[in-house]
């Protein structure tokens, strides 16, 4: 009693199915073994691991979540991807690519997606340093509890708790979130060689101010992409931006 029992709460559906007609879960095969262990660890990586290793091809990697990736093919002339594979880079499933064949790139321009691999984790939104790439979430699978309460209200906070769930995933758009790389802002700080003059309380705490903003500025993953390829224009369009 006054126990949370977490069987009476709804959750998000698996990011992969089985088929259990073809599936031997041998512990004494690896990938068998890793397969096992992290069911219930919602790893990615892991998955697409098992997917590609699995000896009898019964696991797949199924979203619950539906949507689309959008490429805005308006603006691909900005894409240099076979530089910058920040996309290809990032998505845990590999979904992205650089169209090879003539007919592929009629079709699908300088970078496309395999969205039958794809789980909308919007990672590839995240880091694309030229805002070409749009992910839409438009619904998710959310399993029911697997027992029922006895109460007659439960129902309804069953679904009140659903459709936090769905608000939070589809709405709220919770992205990857990318690694910091330390190693450019330090680059940069010691690339700063004048000295500064003695200044009052007022000037320091403005600077200050200053530097808050420039050290977020520099954390941006847009930004280091762009101090890769040397965007000398775009780096002080967007800092004077942010320094108003």
Request: glycine letters at 4%.
């Amino acid at each position: 009693e006054g126990q949370i029992d977490f069987n009476e709460f709804p959750t998000i559906g698996k990011f992969y199915k089985i088929d259990m007609d073809k599936c031997i879960e041998d512990r004494n095969i690896e990938i068998c073994k890793l397969c096992l262990d992290v069911r219930e660890r919602n790893n990615i990586e892991e998955y697409y691991k098992i997917e590609k290793e699995c000896p009898v091809e019964c696991f797949q990697i199924d979203s619950p979540i539906q949507g689309e990736v959008i490429i805005k093919k308006n603006m691909l002339h900005k894409c240099t991807p076979e530089n910058c594979k920040a996309c290809i880079n990032i998505c845990p499933v590999e979904s992205f690519f650089i169209p090879e064949s003539a007919e592929d790139v009629v079709k699908y321009g300088k970078i496309a997606c395999n969205e039958d691999q794809c789980f909308y984790c919007g990672a590839c939104e995240n880091s694309c340093p030229d805002d070409l790439i749009v992910v839409n979430r438009k619904n998710i699978h959310i399993i029911d509890p697997k027992k029922q309460g006895a109460y007659p209200w439960i129902q309804g906070w069953v679904n009140n708790i659903k459709e936090i769930l769905r608000k939070a995933i589809i709405e709220g758009k919770e992205q990857v979130q990318i690694p910091t790389v330390e190693e450019h802002i330090e680059k940069i700080k010691k690339e700063i060689k004048e000295q500064v003059p003695q200044l009052t309380k007022e000037d320091k705490k403005k600077l200050n101010e200053l530097n808050n903003k420039v050290q977020e500025f520099l954390k941006s993953s847009k930004i280091r992409y762009w101090i890769k390829d040397k965007k000398v224009d775009r780096i002080t369009k967007e800092l004077k931006k942010v320094l108003r």
